[in-house]
């Protein structure tokens, strides 16, 4: 096996779109490209949403466009003006709550600007690298997830997901284009300002003296993954796509730790106040797949990639990233 460690630099003379750019793992991952790459372009919906790129100091770096990616002239014309060498296809609605109440922005986002993204990358014979999730699977009585199973996703958002993959088998059956699939686990990590996520959430109320609040009994197991663990993986997956090394188009990928949502929930109100606080139960997570974990064998096997951070290290990394972004506020 050819190993895929980034001693020099493979983005050298590279131009790189990434959409989704101003997300989690858009920010970081523009961040770390950003410093070695000819040229990096990002879309995103909103300029609202810029706070980790800005706290990066990267917006004066970055070509960034502001739309919707399932405005097909729009994106045609960013394809017009840039010859790109890769494209990371990251843009999504990720909200689950926000899927089940308005699963047409959902559909209109996660789907059409897949299949926009997927098409012109065709028509210009670029590379894609696309980011799905465990949520593609749907529910299982068979955990961890193989790339082999069967993708049923049931609820929105996870339906927008099963077809994201779908359509990306499409692109690279039929039309043989160079794309990659990463399914990941839960992203985690600093500048995560989705309050109404797990990990974001309770530290925020924690750090602010306020009452936690989660949106299930605890008792469901996610695996969790570290925001700049997952930017390594990507940074990879994209040279393994780039020189067509990636033997499949799907691949999991994430720590291999998982965790009940309350063991999570414990161990940052431990780090933070020394004690349990007891949180507030506002159940509203009906239309969520109770147990998620993956196998990642795949990837550390084809393409010699494997999650590198451990969660005990990464939470208290991230908790400190939250603890300076609030102090700074005051």
């Not at 499949?248 to 780090?271: A, M, P, Q, R």
Request: aromatic share 12%.
């Amino acid at each position: 096996m050819e190993s895929l460690e980034l001693t020099e630099n493979p983005w050298l003379n590279k131009s790189i779109l990434i959409t989704g750019s101003n997300g989690l793992l858009g920010s970081w991952l523009t961040k770390n490209l950003i410093q070695s790459a000819n040229k990096v372009a990002g879309i995103s919906l909103s300029p609202q949403d810029d706070n980790l790129i800005k706290s990066f100091k990267l917006t004066k770096d970055l070509d960034h466009f502001y739309f919707d990616i399932s405005d097909f002239d729009s994106l045609k014309d960013i394809f017009i003006k840039f010859k790109f060498d890769i494209v990371y296809h990251l843009a999504a609605q990720t909200q689950v709550l926000d899927a089940v109440k308005d699963p047409l922005t959902t559909f209109n986002s996660n789907i059409k600007g897949t299949w926009n993204i997927l098409e012109l990358c065709k028509e210009n014979n670029i590379p894609v690298v696309v980011a799905s999730s465990d949520k593609a699977y749907g529910e299982s009585p068979n955990l961890p997830y193989e790339e082999s199973d069967y993708l049923n996703g049931i609820y929105p958002y996870d339906v927008s997901k099963t077809v994201t993959d779908l359509l990306c088998r499409t692109y690279y059956e039929t039309y043989k284009l160079n794309v990659g699939v990463l399914r990941c686990g839960n992203i985690y990590g600093g500048g995560d300002m989705n309050w109404d996520r797990l990990i974001p959430g309770s530290i925020k109320s924690l750090l602010n003296i306020e009452q936690p609040v989660l949106r299930s009994d605890g008792k469901f197991v996610r695996e969790w993954i570290y925001v700049e663990d997952v930017v390594q993986a990507y940074e990879k997956m994209g040279i393994a796509v780039i020189n067509n090394k990636n033997n499949y188009l799907s691949y999991n990928f994430s720590s291999g730790e998982s965790y009940k949502v309350i063991d999570i929930y414990n161990k940052i109100s431990l780090l933070i106040k020394n004690e349990i606080i007891e949180p507030k139960y506002i159940i509203n997570s009906n239309e969520e797949i109770p147990n998620q974990t993956l196998n990642s064998s795949l990837i550390k096997k084809d393409l010699n990639i494997e999650s590198i951070y451990n969660f005990e290290d990464s939470i208290t990394k991230t908790i400190d990233w939250y603890k300076s972004y609030f102090k700074n506020k005051l």
